[in-house]
């Protein structure tokens, strides 16, 4: 048993270095008004705050100005000047940086060019959403081979639906793909090594679980704190690795009791240090985590997983519907977009099941005998590599 716990310190130890390659997006809405002397533009920059600091590590509260001229040098709009002062909002609620300006640009074309963050990180991707004269236009996502855009390209009056639904549909595959901590979850569930049927029915539930709730998150009906969402799907991981090495090892006792302690500490040590931000929500987790564990200790009841799947799905779904509602979907493009990037996200999730599914396969005809201890070695491992994103995204 020592050796199992020394393998998950290890992965433990390694997982910072999975902590630079978390998807790194920010947003923006711009809203352009075109006069016969000068056109007048509007801006909404977004951001997550786990995200700045991911990319810059020293970044701090006390930092603000930093931010904002690093915004307003990278985002470059030629031809046009500042109209007003930038206003910075920090929600604490969300975990988002909003930053919004006004410009006033000449009567000619509009040329944007977007390079900020690209230098420290060359994955990171910048949405933005377009108004010209009210009237909705295709989004246009900036990357490190793609930073400009122009208003006299050939863009179509209106984006139809079945556009939408391709942009989207393409946005929610990569995201999934791109999304470590997700696909960590479903290599958990994974590992569990339930029979075919049985997989099919938890992969399904976790499937309505996110989707209910991006569906929601993406309408504005539910807007959850980001910063805790994030850190209960990596708590997600967590708690089905430590359901596998329980159920494989026969040691539920010893694991729900070391659990309970870790919890116990946790939440002694955010009171101590003041910290009360999610301290409710956490409470709960540690609770039902608690419950569950021991009710499928005593339990061999597989409908109580596919319960606890649905439930993570639901965080999973608010955990995309972040990023699809940050976009700012236009009207008349709104359910094509869900519904696209929903199917996205599928097909990307049914292609990780089936690779992990047939090197799962080709392992078992080479590791018969050992096949049980290397579950354990891999729900060991990623119970630590969740354990670091929980706490990395709790703080």
């Known amino acids: 048993m020592k050796k199992y716990y020394l ?31 000068s056109s007048q533009i509007q801006v909404e920059f977004s951001l997550q705050t786990s995200v700045l600091q991911n990319l810059d590590e020293g970044y701090s509260n006390t930092q603000e100005d930093k931010f904002i001229n690093e915004i307003l040098e990278g985002f470059e709009f030629k031809n046009c000047d500042l109209d007003s002062s930038p206003f910075l909002k920090n929600s604490f609620s969300t975990g988002y940086l909003s930053l919004f300006w006004r410009l006033r640009c000449a009567p000619q074309d509009i040329n944007i ?25 295709p989004e246009k996502v900036f990357s490190v081979s793609n930073k400009e855009w122009s208003d006299s390209e050939k863009y179509i009056d209106k984006a139809g639906d079945l556009d939408s639904f391709y942009d989207y549909l393409s946005l929610g595959f990569k995201h999934i793909l791109s999304g470590f901590d997700h696909l960590a979850f479903l290599l958990a569930l994974l590992v569990l090594s ?17 989707s209910l709730t991006l569906a929601l998150g993406a309408l504005n009906l539910i807007n959850p704190s980001s910063q805790l969402v994030e850190a209960l799907i990596g708590y997600s991981i967590i708690i089905i690795a430590v359901e596998c090495v329980s159920s494989i090892t026969k040691s539920y006792k010893l694991h729900i009791n070391i659990l309970s302690l870790m919890w116990f500490i946790l939440l002694i040590g955010l009171l101590f240090l003041g910290y009360q931000k999610f301290l409710i ?32 799905g639901l965080i999973h779904g608010f955990g ?11 009207e008349g493009r709104l359910l094509p977009a869900i519904f696209g990037f929903n199917l996205g996200v599928e097909l ?20 018969k005998q050992d096949l049980d201890q290397l579950r354990v070695y891999a729900a060991s491992g990623l119970a630590c590599i969740g354990t670091f994103w929980f706490l990395e995204r709790l703080f």
């Open 194 to 210: 339930l029979p075919i049927k049985k997989l099919i029915l938890i992969i399904t539930g976790f499937t309505l679980g996110h």
């Open 7 to 37: 393998l998950g310190f290890i992965f433990f130890l390694v997982s910072s270095s999975l902590h630079s390659h978390q998807r790194s997006e920010s947003y923006s809405k711009i809203s352009i008004e075109r006069g016969e002397d």
């Open 113 to 137: 060019k977007f390079n900020v963050f690209f230098d420290k990180d060359s994955s990171h991707t910048h949405i933005a959403t377009f108004l010209i004269d009210s009237r909705p236009f």
């Open 281 to 312: 929500g956490l409470i709960g987790m540690g609770i039902f985590s608690f419950c569950y564990l021991n009710l499928i200790s005593r339990y061999k009841d597989f409908s109580l997983t596919i319960f606890v799947t649905c439930l993570f």
């Open 348 to 367: 990307g999730q049914i292609l990780v099941v089936i690779i992990f599914l047939s090197i799962s396969l080709i392992v078992n005809r080479f590791l």
């Open 320 to 330: 995309f519907a972040g990023n699809l509602s940050n976009i700012g979907l236009m």
